[in-house]
């Protein structure tokens, strides 16, 4: 059975700082990872995958993040927080391409000025 | 790029009512979909997996009987909640899925008072 654990409930940076958002996983086959974000009362969008290949994956907003298969992680970052990127987070992971994703509890980011 | 709508995005309805949430993939053909549950703070869990044509697969403690799931064409999945209680209010999320992505709705507030 696949799960995601995400260390820290909440995360507080200040403007300009680097984000770090931590995931890891347990899947017992080559899984799929995501990273989602979520604002209050809406949906989720996509920030980033890794599916196969390289293990650097780039998303929007300027976030990325490194599948580390040795340590079962896949850690969220972005150099510079602003202040819009104040929402909750979601690592995912998959063993069945995008299909039933399991998510982990989320992260909520907080931005100060 | 692909886009998953849900209505409503909130409803309130009185306990014992039943309640009917759509989720419609805009410019592809979803042959499944699938329908998460967020409780307050906490993480989305899968509820059930919508097939077009055939029966909802549920997952383990999912009653059926009460989120009645119905995939009528390649475009659209419905979820209704029979005989709500104020247990049953929560945040419902479609998702469907293409070969690249899985791509979310916007998400439904249900409150049952």
């Known amino acids: 059975a696949q799960s995601v654990t995400q260390l820290g409930s909440h995360v507080s940076v200040s403007e300009g700082a680097l984000v770090l958002l931590r995931c890891n996983y347990s899947s017992s086959v080559p899984p799929y990872l995501f990273w989602y974000v979520q604002y209050p009362n809406q949906g989720l969008q996509l920030l980033l995958k890794y599916t196969t290949g390289a293990t650097l994956v780039k998303g929007i907003n300027g976030f990325e993040a490194e599948f580390k298969k040795s340590e079962t992680s896949f850690h969220l970052t972005k150099p510079s927080a602003h202040m819009s990127d104040a929402a909750e987070y979601f690592c995912a992971v998959s063993d069945s391409g995008f299909q039933k994703l399991v998510f982990g509890t989320g992260t909520r980011l907080l931005v100060s000025p | 790029g692909a886009v998953v709508s849900q209505h409503p995005s909130r409803v309130i309805c009185k306990s014992g009512t039943s309640v009917k949430i759509e989720c419609r993939s805009l410019?592809?053909?979803?042959?499944?979909m699938f329908w998460y549950r967020q409780f307050p703070k906490q993480s989305l869990m899968l509820m059930a997996t919508s097939n077009e044509g055939s029966k909802a697969t549920y997952e383990q403690g999912v009653e059926k009987d009460k989120f009645l799931i119905n995939h009528a064409s390649l475009t659209l999945s419905t979820l209704t909640v029979t005989s709500a209680h104020p247990e049953d209010s929560s945040f419902y999320i479609c998702?469907?899925?293409?070969?690249?992505?899985?791509?979310f709705g916007q998400g439904t507030r249900l409150t049952v008072v």
């Open positions: 410019d592809f053909q979803a042959t499944t």
């Open positions: 998702s469907a899925i293409t070969n690249t992505e899985a791509f």
